[in-house]
T-cell receptor
Framework: GQNIDQPTEMTATEGAIVQINCTYQ??????LFWYQQHAGEAPTFLSY????GLEEKGRFSSFLSRSKGYSYLLLKELQMKDSASYLC??????????FGTGTRLTVIP | DAGVTQSPTHLIKTRGQQVTLRCSPK?????VSWYQQALGQGPQFIFQ???????QRGNFPDRFSGHQFPNYSSELNVNALLLGDSALYLC?????????????????FGSGTRLTVV
């Protein structure tokens, strides 16, 4: 089975840094994605980790520890437009994506 | 280079009816996966199609079926609709390589079909 956990909601202040955690237990692992999704829209790609360590891309960074079944997404210099749901998804099985429930981030002034 | 196209964008059906949703993958992609996303939840994997065959299936009843055509486009069919089938249905395409799909940013999502069952 697949079990992917992330916090349901988070609130952070504009300009601050926020870390969204994701833990997973899956049968097979071929990488982990983070997606951003605004309400009623398609998920959009943020990052992909397959090896342990930190991947940095502008204001967004993602970390993976395969031995701990743990990842986090780090958002720096938060902007109001960053208010969205952030989805953690593990690639497993025949390279299918299995998603967590998503973390709804609200950025306040 | 067109992305993933889904149709229709919105749909209202009555309980017990049948519905067909359509997906055209991104150019160069040959694999299509379907997801159901209920309000406030993450997408749930329904099934994946490759080479016109259902390759893997999630925990969904047989009322959910699909098809992939030679041009890689795909349909999702849901029979005997229930109120609980109301959701955003997402299609994601990717390109299969000999050792799995083109990963990294290789999964491209469509904007989805919002199905409401009344």
């Amino acid at each position: 089975g697949q079990n992917i956990d992330q916090p349901t909601e988070m609130t952070a202040t504009e300009g601050a840094i926020v870390q969204i955690n994701c833990t997973y237990q899956t049968s097979g692992f071929n990488g982990l994605f983070w997606y951003q999704q605004h309400a009623g829209e398609a998920p959009t790609f943020l990052s992909y980790n397959v090896l342990d360590g930190l991947e940095e891309k502008g204001r967004f960074s993602s970390f993976l520890s395969r031995s701990k079944g743990y990842s986090y997404l780090l958002l720096k210099e938060l902007q109001m437009k960053d208010s969205a749901s952030y989805l953690c998804a593990v690639v497993s099985g025949a390279n299918n994506l299995f998603f967590g429930t998503g973390t709804r981030l609200t950025v306040i002034p | 280079d067109a992305g993933v196209t889904q149709s229709p964008t919105h749909l209202i059906k009555t309980r017990g009816q049948q519905v067909t949703l359509r997906c055209s993958p991104k150019s160069g992609h040959d694999t299509v996966s379907w997801y159901q996303q209920a309000l406030g939840q993450g997408p749930q994997f329904i099934f994946q199609y490759y080479e016109e065959e259902e390759r893997q299936r999630g925990n969904f009843p047989d009322r959910f079926s699909g098809h992939q055509f030679p041009n890689y486009s795909s349909e999702l069919n849901v029979n005997a609709l229930l109120l609980g089938d109301s959701a955003l249905y997402l299609c994601a395409s990717s390109r299969e390589t000999g050792s799995g799909p083109l990963i990294g940013s290789g999964y491209t999502f469509g904007s989805g079909t919002r199905l409401t069952v009344v």
